[in-house]
C-alpha cells in the first residue's frame, strides 16, 4: 500500500507523528507540501519572509529526502484540490498529516477529507503537547485561567507525551524517486532578500543550531528573558511555527534538564498550548471576537494619524519606536516589546486591538493566529486571563525598567545615540540647552510624543469603563 504525507507546519523529518504513522502503515510513502494560493494570494508583500522562510526549509527538507532516494513533491494552488487530485494519480490508500486547529486550516482539512472520499484521511496531534479537550477543569470545560490549566497540564505530563517519534526507523518506506527540479521562488511569485539567513538560520539545521545555542543559556532565562537588549531568549518562535523544531524535543529538554530557567521556558511554551488550545474551543476568537464578550463594542477612535504614527515608528516614544522598528526590520519583535507596544496602541492611542493584530499578523515572522490574538487580547485586556483594564503600561517606566541605559534603544534609533540615558526614556523632557549640546532637537531630529501618556489614560479608563457598565 502507498500512502501521502503532507507536510504544512511541521517542516522537519524527525520526531513527526504523521510521518511516523504514515511510514509505519505503508511501503511507499511520498512526503508533498503544497504553497497554499489560498494564503498566499493574500498577501501583498512579494518579499514576505515568511515565504523565504519556508522556501529555504523546504529545501533541505528535500535535500535529506533525496539522500534516502525519496523527493518532496512540491504544489502550488489550491490543497482542497490538489492533494485529493495527487492522491487518485499516486493511486494511495491514504493521507497522512499533522493537525492544525486554526479555523481556515479546519475547514480546509475537512473539505479535503470530503473530496478524498474512499481515500483514508489520517490527522495526529503534532505541533503541541496537549491538544483541543485533552486538559479540562474538573467540571468538563476548557480553562480560561493560566495558572490552574499549567498546574493540570503538568500533572498530566509524563514521558508518554513528550517521547520522540522514532520516524528514522521506517525511513526504507519513503517512496522511492529521481531528484526532481526544486521551482524557484520566483516561481510562486515571490522574491527573496528580505530574511537574512544569517541571522535567522532557517530548516530544521537552523533550528537545531538556535536552541543549541539556547540550552548553553537557559540557566539565565528566568532573569535575562525580560531585557530586549539582552540576547536573553531563544529566538525558536519561527522555528515553532513551521515545526522545524520538534515541541516535544525541546519541552522534553525544558522538563528533564532544563534546571530552574528550563521551568520557566517551559512555562512559555505552555501557553503556547493555551492559546491553541483556546482557538479549538473558541474558533470565534479568529473572527475578531473578544473573548470576554462585554468588551466587544469599545468605541476606539482609531484615528488613522495615530496608527500611521504607531506603525512607522514615529510616535515620539523611543522605546516604543525602537520596538517597532525591530519588527519592521527583521519580522521579530521581543516578547516584553510585543506587550509594551501593544499596551500603547490600545491604552494610549485608543486604536482598536484588532488593528494592531492585523500589523503583527502582516510582519510578524512569527505569525501565529492563537498567540497573535492571545497576546494582542491579553495586553488590551479584552481576552481571557488578561492584563485588568484598569491596569496600564507606562511607556517611560516599561522603558526605564527594561532597557534602563537605553541600549537597546540606540541600537534602532540611532537618532537617539547621543542622549544621555537621563532623557532617553522621555527626551521631550530634555532641557534646550542639553537638547543642542547632545545633537537630539525633540520636534526636528527625533519626534514630539504623539499623545501624553497621563492624558491618554483617563480616556482609556472612561472607554473601558463605558463598556464594563
Ligand atoms: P522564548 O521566550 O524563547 O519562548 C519560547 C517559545 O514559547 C516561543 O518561541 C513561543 O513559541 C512560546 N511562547 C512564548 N511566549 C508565548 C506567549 N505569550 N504566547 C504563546 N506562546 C508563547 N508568539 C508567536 O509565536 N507568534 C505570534 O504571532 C505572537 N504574537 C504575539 C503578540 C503579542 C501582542 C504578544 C504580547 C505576544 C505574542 N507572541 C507571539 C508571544 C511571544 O511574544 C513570542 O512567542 C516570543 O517573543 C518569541 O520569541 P522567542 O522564541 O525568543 O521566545
Same mark, same amino acid.
Given at each position: 500500500?502507498?500512502? #501521502?504525507?503532507?507536510?504544512?507546519?511541521?517542516?522537519?523529518?524527525?520526531? !513527526?507523528?504523521?510521518?511516523?504513522?504514515?511510514?509505519?502503515?505503508?511501503?511507499?510513502?511520498?512526503?508533498?507540501?503544497?504553497?497554499?494560493?489560498?494564503?498566499?494570494?493574500?498577501?501583498?508583500?512579494?518579499?514576505?519572509?515568511?515565504?523565504?522562510?519556508?522556501?529555504?526549509?523546504?529545501?533541505?527538507?528535500?535535500?535529506?529526502?533525496? +539522500?534516502?532516494?525519496?523527493?518532496?513533491?512540491?504544489?502550488?494552488?489550491?490543497?482542497?484540490?490538489? #492533494?485529493?487530485?495527487?492522491?487518485?494519480?499516486?493511486?494511495?490508500?491514504?493521507?497522512?498529516?499533522?493537525?492544525?486547529y486554526e479555523p481556515?486550516?479546519v475547514?480546509?482539512?475537512?473539505?479535503?477529507?470530503?473530496?478524498?472520499?474512499?481515500?483514508?484521511?489520517?490527522?495526529?496531534?503534532?505541533?503541541?503537547?496537549?491538544?483541543q479537550s485533552?486538559?479540562l477543569?474538573?467540571?468538563?470545560t476548557p480553562y480560561s485561567?493560566?495558572?490552574?490549566y499549567?498546574?493540570?497540564? /503538568?500533572?498530566?505530563?509524563?514521558?508518554?507525551?513528550?517521547?520522540?517519534?522514532?520516524?528514522?526507523?521506517?525511513?526504507?518506506?519513503?517512496?522511492?524517486?529521481?531528484? +526532481?527540479?526544486?521551482?524557484?521562488?520566483?516561481?510562486?511569485?515571490? /522574491?527573496?532578500?528580505? =530574511?537574512?539567513?544569517?541571522?535567522?538560520?532557517?530548516?530544521? *539545521?537552523?533550528?537545531?543550531?538556535?536552541?543549541?545555542?539556547?540550552?548553553?543559556?537557559?540557566?539565565?532565562?528566568?532573569?535575562?528573558?525580560?531585557?530586549?537588549?539582552?540576547? &536573553?531568549?531563544?529566538?525558536?518562535?519561527?522555528? /515553532?511555527?513551521? &515545526?522545524?523544531?520538534?515541541?516535544?524535543?525541546?519541552? *522534553?529538554?525544558?522538563?528533564?534538564?532544563?534546571?530552574?530557567?528550563?521551568?520557566?521556558?517551559?512555562?512559555?511554551?505552555?501557553?503556547?498550548?493555551f492559546y491553541q488550545m483556546q482557538l479549538h474551543h473558541h474558533p470565534q476568537l479568529g473572527q475578531g471576537a473578544a473573548f470576554k464578550a462585554?468588551?466587544n463594542?469599545?468605541?476606539?477612535?482609531?484615528?488613522?494619524?495615530?496608527?500611521?504614527?504607531?506603525?512607522?515608528?514615529?510616535?515620539?516614544?523611543?522605546?516604543?519606536?525602537?520596538?517597532?522598528?525591530?519588527?519592521?526590520?527583521?519580522?521579530?519583535?521581543?516578547?516584553? =516589546?510585543?506587550?509594551?507596544?501593544?499596551?500603547?496602541?490600545?491604552?494610549? =492611542? !485608543?486604536?482598536?486591538?484588532?488593528?494592531?493584530?492585523?500589523?503583527?499578523?502582516? !510582519?510578524? #515572522?512569527?505569525?501565529?493566529l492563537a498567540?497573535?490574538n492571545g497576546?494582542?487580547q491579553?495586553?488590551? *485586556?479584552t481576552g481571557c486571563d488578561a492584563?485588568?483594564?484598569?491596569?496600564?503600561?507606562?511607556?517611560?517606566?516599561?522603558?526605564?525598567?527594561?532597557?534602563?541605559?537605553?541600549?537597546?534603544?540606540?541600537?534602532?534609533?540611532?537618532?537617539?545615540?547621543?542622549?544621555?540615558?537621563?532623557?532617553?526614556?522621555?527626551?521631550?523632557?530634555?532641557?534646550?540647552?542639553?537638547?543642542?549640546?547632545?545633537?537630539? =532637537?525633540?520636534?526636528?531630529?527625533?519626534?514630539?510624543?504623539?499623545?501624553?501618556?497621563?492624558?491618554?489614560?483617563?480616556?482609556?479608563?472612561?472607554?473601558?469603563?463605558?463598556?464594563?457598565?
Open positions: 500500500n502507498r500512502s #501521502i504525507c503532507w507536510f504544512r507546519r511541521d517542516l522537519r523529518l524527525d520526531d !513527526h507523528a504523521a510521518l511516523y504513522h504514515a511510514l509505519k502503515n505503508s511501503r511507499a510513502v511520498h512526503c508533498v507540501f503544497v504553497f497554499d494560493t489560498v494564503i498566499l494570494d493574500a498577501l501583498s508583500d512579494k518579499h514576505d519572509r515568511r515565504v523565504e522562510f519556508i522556501w529555504h526549509s523546504l529545501y533541505e527538507l528535500n535535500a535529506l529526502l533525496q +539522500q534516502h532516494g525519496s523527493t518532496l513533491q512540491i504544489l502550488h494552488g489550491n490543497p482542497v484540490e490538489l #492533494i485529493p487530485h495527487l492522491a487518485r494519480e499516486l493511486e494511495v490508500q491514504a493521507v497522512f498529516c499533522n493537525r492544525d481556515l486550516a475547514r480546509r482539512d475537512a473539505a479535503v477529507a470530503a473530496s478524498l472520499s474512499d481515500i483514508d484521511f489520517h490527522q495526529y496531534k503534532d505541533q503541541v503537547i496537549f491538544e485533552e486538559i477543569t474538573g467540571g468538563g485561567v493560566f495558572t490552574p499549567k498546574n493540570a497540564w /503538568l500533572k498530566k505530563l509524563d514521558d508518554f507525551y513528550l517521547r520522540a517519534y522514532p520516524v528514522e526507523r521506517y525511513f526504507s518506506s519513503l517512496a522511492k524517486s529521481a531528484p +526532481q527540479a526544486f521551482p524557484a521562488l520566483a516561481l510562486l511569485g515571490f /522574491l527573496p532578500g528580505k =530574511l537574512n539567513v544569517q541571522a535567522l538560520p532557517t530548516g530544521a *539545521s537552523g533550528a537545531a543550531t538556535l536552541f543549541e545555542n539556547f540550552v548553553s543559556r537557559i540557566d539565565a532565562y528566568g532573569e535575562a528573558r525580560n531585557f530586549p537588549a539582552v540576547k &536573553g531568549v531563544s529566538y525558536l518562535s519561527v522555528h /515553532l511555527r513551521f &515545526g522545524t523544531i520538534s515541541i516535544r524535543r525541546v519541552a *522534553s529538554f525544558a522538563y528533564y534538564s532544563g534546571g530552574a530557567g528550563g521551568q520557566v521556558w517551559l512555562s512559555e511554551l505552555i501557553w503556547r498550548d462585554q468588551f463594542d469599545i468605541r476606539f477612535p482609531n484615528e488613522e494619524g495615530k496608527f500611521a504614527a504607531w506603525c512607522e515608528a514615529r510616535t515620539g516614544y523611543p522605546l516604543i519606536d525602537a520596538a517597532m522598528r525591530q519588527l519592521n526590520g527583521s519580522g521579530y519583535m521581543h516578547n516584553r =516589546l510585543r506587550m509594551v507596544v501593544a499596551s500603547f496602541l490600545v491604552k494610549d =492611542l !485608543h486604536i482598536d486591538w484588532r488593528w494592531g493584530e492585523r500589523y503583527f499578523a502582516q !510582519h510578524l #515572522i512569527d505569525f501565529d498567540a497573535n497576546g494582542w491579553w495586553a488590551a *485586556s492584563q485588568p483594564w484598569f491596569r496600564i503600561f507606562n511607556p517611560v517606566t516599561q522603558s526605564e525598567k527594561f532597557d534602563g541605559a537605553g541600549r537597546f534603544i540606540r541600537r534602532y534609533v540611532p537618532e537617539l545615540a547621543g542622549c544621555p540615558d537621563k532623557w532617553i526614556h522621555a527626551p521631550w523632557l530634555m532641557p534646550a540647552a542639553e537638547q543642542q549640546r547632545c545633537g537630539v =532637537l525633540v520636534g526636528k531630529t527625533y519626534p514630539l510624543p504623539v499623545v501624553d501618556h497621563a492624558v491618554a489614560r483617563i480616556t482609556t479608563l472612561a472607554l473601558f469603563k463605558a463598556a464594563v457598565g
